[in-house]
């Protein structure tokens, strides 16, 4: 016998997954040139030429026991240090090691947050459009996943909507920015503003109701918009960091949940968010991987390629009729299907090899996700069959 909940979540394929194993597929039959696969949010620019040398520079360099050894497990202090001193200088907050926790990327520091904060009939709320694995992370580790519809005209925070869901059961709000699946950043005005509402609902409902930050696309932002860091705008944030994406490592898998002294109740949240990681596994995040962020923790990508894409993409695609928000961060778009139904296109695109990911998942059935983390050469050659599509609509 298995665990029926378990079986079934194993057994639903993401529809991300599964349009790209399809392209893939497709790939052997039609040939390279003839499948347009903007499915996964696989970073398509090569990790900073220094984090490649501190990879080497820590294996020659140092002792083999130590680099592959076991760290605490929240991280060897070092390289804790070394993430903290980064993040206190560039945002002029008070962070320390002590308060940086180092996982296995953003997905267990995420998990290991919420088991922390699932109290009985805890509520954590995710705002559309949401990266989909929130409901499962929240759903299978103790608490109810609330959904905030999005705010079609500029996809910040549905304020209204989301105040008209706190409940005294709310723990958490799981806010993500850049976004993924709109690639728009949160304004200052926007966040200060969620900051308003969920300082005065924490004060009604006589508990902190925390901004769990999921920033795995903090240094993915184009036009020098800003991405405030949402610790010095709301103190009850807890930020969980991967470096999957900022600095291409998502098979590297390393990240952080950082919680500041400044957060309310910071010492047990932080033992419970230990606790929580050692009840799923967690051991330590990998050694190697400790030593190169903190030797790296102000290496910044090169991201003119990804805003080549977003421009082309965004500039063709609204010449031809199509409805976007023009985004400003991480490696993504969010396109108004045409006819309403995200799905029917998206299966329409899939006929000509145009592989697009309906919003459904996302919160907003009526939209389909691009990634444009893309070869400029795919883009140029499926131009042609987006402009089709739209024109076989109108
Ligand atoms: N959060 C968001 C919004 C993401 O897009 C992703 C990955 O695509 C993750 C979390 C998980 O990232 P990681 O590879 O660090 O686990």
Not at 17 to 24: T, V
Not at 115 to 142: C, D, K, M, Q, T
Not at 212 to 233: M, N
């Amino acid at each position: 016998m298995v665990n029926e909940k378990m079986l079934s979540l194993g057994k639903t394929r993401s529809c991300i997954r599964e349009l790209f194993e399809y392209g893939l597929k497709q790939t052997a039959i039609v040939g390279r040139e003839n499948v347009y696969d903007y499915s996964i949010g696989n970073p398509s620019i090569p990790a900073p030429p220094e984090v490649n040398r501190a990879f080497l520079n820590i294996i020659q360099t140092v002792d083999s026991l130590a680099v592959h050894g076991y760290t605490p497990a929240p991280g060897g202090m070092d390289a804790r240090e070394a993430v903290a001193k980064e993040l206190s200088e560039r945002f002029n907050v008070s962070i320390h090691g002590a308060n940086i926790f180092f996982t296995c990327g953003a997905a267990p520091a995420l998990i290991s947050v919420i088991r922390a904060l699932s109290v009985e009939n805890a509520a954590i709320i995710g705002v559309a459009p949401f990266f989909p694995e929130y409901r499962p992370f929240v759903e299978n580790n103790g608490a109810a996943f609330v959904p905030v519809p999005a705010d079609t005209r500029n996809f910040q925070i549905n304020l209204p909507a989301l105040e008209a869901r706190i409940t005294d059961h709310t723990q958490a709000v799981i806010i993500n920015s850049p976004n993924n699946p709109s690639g728009v950043i949160y304004s200052r005005e926007t966040l200060e503003q969620l900051a308003k509402l969920l300082t005065e609902k924490s004060a009604e409902v006589g508990h902190p109701i925390y901004i769990i930050a999921d920033e795995p696309y903090r240094e993915l932002a184009y036009d020098g918009t800003e991405v405030s860091f949402i610790p010095a705008i709301y103190p009850n944030t807890i930020v969980c960091y991967s470096y999957s994406k900022s600095l291409s490592l998502p098979g590297e898998r390393i990240g952080y949940v950082c919680v500041p002294d400044f957060v309310e109740d910071s010492e047990n949240l932080f033992a419970a968010i230990a606790g929580a990681a050692r009840a799923s596994g967690h051991v330590c995040a990998p050694s190697l991987q400790q030593r190169v962020v903190a030797q790296c923790a102000a290496s910044r990508p090169n991201i003119d390629a990804y805003d080549q894409n977003r421009k082309m993409l965004y500039e063709s695609l609204t010449s031809y009729g199509y409805e976007c928000v023009k985004p400003n961060g991480a490696f993504y778009m969010f396109v108004k299907a045409p006819g309403g139904n995200a799905k029917a296109f998206s299966d329409m695109a899939k006929e000509r090899n145009l592989l697009v990911v309906p919003g459904d998942d996302f919160g907003c059935p009526e939209y389909f996700r691009i990634s444009t983390c893309v070869s400029k050469d795919m883009i140029k050659r499926s131009l042609p069959v987006f402009k089709q599509i739209w024109n076989d609509y109108a």
